[in-house]
């Protein structure tokens, strides 16, 4: 027997004016907002709740609400870093499971490309024993979580490169992937080193990026709209703020989020037929499929290095092409699960990996600060 | 032994409380831990309370100043504030205490490697009386006393 969803997903947008710098962060997720809203079959008048993360507010869901002339009864503008939306959904479900609210919109938007800045936008506060240094944020954190998994396991270069090689070959299949060029391992290695170990291309690029989804409770959800995307459970965990206080370095969030999420959701992780999670670089994807479960920890080298994570492979990794070769936004949470929504309603195109029921959605904040799953089932689950 | 001026350009934060009174340690060239006697242990960064065991009044104590690279970066490039120090060290120290502390290693950047012996230096951010620890192999600071 199948366990109940938790929440269903009843509409889901990206924004049409990304990398066009004519909207400000508000402005992009507003056009998310009410393209999600269009597919989902309620009135703005029936969204009650509103959850946003933002590195452009500092009062995220205030800022959105007035912008989009509505009055919520339910905010909550939980920022935990770049998995911050795939924790609201579980938030989401709390609260319409709660009667908090009935129709909630999870938005995010983020300009840093249109900006012109070239750097991933933050409006954190110094961390006043880290950021004296000059560390190039976050990709010296993980550099080094990068460098201790090479000195720990033998992980090598090449095998990170794959992580950027795969995700390549899937932004090929995808007509809105930024970065299309086809590449090797070895073109990978012969970019210009950044933070060593890490060469620019095991660092995902720095673009705009917007989206909404429209939730509400499984029930309603029946009545309202055609193709529901359920969520079936939930997690999160957080670890540490700053890099110095992580436990180890190479242990990923994923190992104490994932099998919580999965518990909740009565599924395995042998039943996940796509894998979208985190790739702000190469070491980020590898240590998630580490922590997920699907190899031990210090063997995602080996893992990844037959391509399995590839088209046609067994394991799709990052339909869309991710951080390293789609879009990376600055917070990614909001891009993984609109893959994950268009894999489930078989929207995804050339890259749909054939019958897809179940995703699996990781997340990470910061440096391995924070970490958030989610696992997703497409309409046909509930029968 | 005399520490080498060492300093880089940067950027200055805001402190305050157990912050200001770290750097201020700092600026008398001394690097400063706490230590939690109901657990016998170390804490850094500096805080209110042992977060094992949420005991108050921690003890500021002069750490040894001894430790090893727990791992490291060779950054090539540089965030806002930081231009044209690259190629520079971004690393985790582990100190004898048993603490792990952000710091850079000031030495030739492809002589470093995780496990080498460190001992604490101290450099100065740009122009400033602004002081934090950074760390040179421990054999360097021995050849230099």
């Known amino acids: ?383 | 032994m005399t520490d080498p001026a060492f300093s880089f350009s940067g950027n200055v934060p805001d402190l305050s409380g157990e912050e200001k009174t770290f750097y201020d340690f700092c600026r008398q060239r001394r690097l400063v831990i706490q230590y939690c006697a109901k657990c016998d242990s170390y804490v850094f960064y500096p805080r209110s309370v042992c977060p094992d065991c949420w005991e108050g009044g921690l003890a500021w104590v002069d750490a040894s100043g001894r430790g090893s690279v727990f791992t490291f970066t060779i950054q090539h490039r540089e965030p806002p504030g930081y231009e044209g120090q690259a190629p520079y060290v971004v690393a985790m120290v582990e100190l004898e205490e048993g603490v792990r502390m952000m710091t850079r290693i000031v030495a030739e950047p492809y002589g470093v490697t995780i496990g080498m012996p460190v001992r604490v230096a101290f450099a100065n951010i740009g122009d400033t009386d602004f002081t934090v620890p950074v760390f040179v192999p421990e054999q360097e600071a021995e050849s230099s006393a």
């Open chain 1, 1 to 383: 027997m199948r366990n109940e969803p938790i929440l269903a997903i009843i509409g889901a947008s990206a924004s049409a004016s990304e990398d066009q710098g004519i909207y400000s962060s508000a402005g992009l997720m507003a056009e998310a907002v009410v393209a999600a809203v269009a597919q989902s079959g309620v009135k703005r008048s029936q969204i009650d709740g509103l959850l946003s993360a933002s590195a452009y507010y500092y009062m995220p869901t205030p800022t959105l609400a007035e912008y989009l002339g509505i009055r919520p009864s339910y905010t909550d503008s939980t920022t935990i870093g770049g998995c911050s939306n795939i924790a609201h959904l579980r938030h989401a479900a709390f609260a319409i499971d709660s009667g908090a609210c009935d129709v909630a919109v999870i938005a995010h938007a983020s300009t840093q490309r249109s900006d012109g800045k070239r750097r991933v936008k933050s409006m954190s506060e110094p961390l006043a024993y880290e950021l004296p240094y000059g560390p190039l944020w976050p990709i010296a954190g993980y550099a080094m979580i990068a460098r201790r998994h090479m000195h720990e396991f033998g992980t090598t270069s090449e095998q990170l490169a794959e992580v950027a090689v795969a995700a390549r070959k899937w932004a090929l299949l995808n007509p809105g992937a930024r970065w299309t060029e086809p590449i090797t391992a070895a073109d990978v290695l012969a970019s210009p080193m950044i933070a060593e170990p890490l060469h620019r291309l095991d660092c995902c690029m720095v673009t705009d990026g917007a989206g909404a989804l429209v939730v509400t409770s499984p029930e309603r959800a029946r009545d309202l709209c055609e193709n529901p995307v359920y969520v079936l459970g939930g997690a999160e965990t957080h670890v540490a703020r700053n890099v110095s206080q992580l436990p180890d370095f190479v242990t990923a969030p994923a190992t104490i989020t994932a099998p919580k999420a999965l518990r909740q959701a009565g599924v395995e992780l042998s039943d996940i037929d796509n894998f979208q999670v985190y790739d702000a670089f190469t070491i980020t994807t590898l240590q998630i499929l580490e922590g997920l479960g699907l190899c031990p920890i210090g063997e995602g080298g080996a893992f990844v290095e037959d391509g399995r994570t590839r088209p046609g492979g067994s394991t799709p990794v990052n339909t869309s092409g991710g951080g390293l070769s789609y879009r990376h936004p600055g917070m990614l949470g909001m891009t993984l699960l609109l893959e994950a929504v268009a894999q489930l309603r078989r929207e995804a195109g050339d890259r749909q990996v054939e019958d897809s029921m179940l995703s699996l959605v990781h997340g990470l904040g910061g440096v391995q600060m924070s970490g958030a799953t989610a696992i997703l089932a497409g309409p046909g689950w509930v029968g």
